[in-house]
């Protein structure tokens, strides 16, 4: 991947992956090139079928934006940030990065749910 570009500069994934949470929730939204849009989802599917694998991951799902430029938001559960940061930093997984578009811009974040009353729960 040619580039991350943290969501929150002041706060980027590598910071993240310090805190001791559970679940998390990954949010990724990617930018790219329309050209490499086949190249990206191929990519895409590998990394997550290597996630899938991974101790703790719970789901994934792939969004594309509305209209013609590809921006891509993935979500993705995790049972722990433990989890999360063991297969972000497993080194096949590392690897794996290189084969995306150069085009590729991915702005990752982790969160966790929040219970709102009468809203949602956590």
């Known amino acids: 991947?040619?580039?991350?570009?943290?969501?929150?500069?002041?706060?980027?994934?590598?910071?993240?992956?310090?805190?001791?949470?559970?679940?998390?929730?990954?949010?990724?939204?990617?930018?790219?090139?329309?050209?490499?849009?086949?190249?990206?989802?191929?990519?895409?599917?590998?990394?997550?079928?290597?996630?899938?694998?991974?101790?703790?991951?719970i789901s994934t799902q792939l969004h594309r934006a509305l209209g013609e430029n590809p921006t891509y938001l993935n979500y993705a559960v995790w049972e722990s940030n433990a989890a999360f940061r063991a297969a972000f930093s497993n080194p096949d997984f590392q690897v794996k990065l290189a084969a995306y578009p150069s085009s590729a811009i991915a702005s990752p974040h982790l969160f966790q749910k929040v219970a709102v009353p009468d809203i949602c729960v956590a």
């Open 1 to 57: 991947m040619s580039l991350l570009r943290p969501l929150d500069p002041s706060f980027p994934i590598e910071r993240q992956l310090g805190i001791d949470a559970s679940p998390v929730v990954l949010v990724n939204i990617f930018t790219l090139d329309k050209a490499d849009e086949p190249g990206f989802l191929k990519t895409w599917q590998d990394d997550a079928a290597f996630m899938k694998r991974q101790p703790g991951f």
